[in-house]
């Protein structure tokens, strides 16, 4: 049974920098697709960052420059690197898989 864990994330202040790591545990083959998504309060999840095995990941327009995103193409691991944190930043984080699979998500706080 594939299971997503997730770590990082907290209060971080306005103007900081946090990095969220994302693995998969359990699958015998590297996944396709990793992604970061995230929802904030008042709004629907979007997607923040993905990365596809062996192609250039990519970050939500609305957050390149700030958001940057890694992956190891031989590793089940994703990690999202979040820079000038913003208020606004504040929300649930999810990981998600191939687009089926969720992580329980951890909570990202920056104050103001």
């Known amino acids: 049974q594939v299971q997503l864990v997730e770590s990082g994330g907290g209060l971080v202040q306005s103007g900081g920098s946090a990095r969220l790591s994302c693995t998969a545990r359990?699958?015998?083959?590297?996944?396709?697709?990793l992604a970061w998504y995230r929802q904030v309060p008042g709004k629907d999840r979007e997607l923040v960052a993905e990365?596809?095995?062996?192609?250039?990941?990519n970050v939500a327009n609305n957050l390149k420059g700030r958001f940057f995103v890694s992956r190891d193409s031989n590793k089940n691991t994703i990690e999202l690197e979040m820079n000038d944190r913003k208020p606004e930043d504040s929300g649930v984080y999810y990981c998600n898989s191939d687009y089926t699979l969720w992580g329980q998500g951890i909570q990202v706080t920056v104050s103001a």
């Open positions: 990365a596809k095995r062996k192609q250039a990941p």
């Open positions: 359990g699958p015998a083959f590297i996944l396709h697709r």
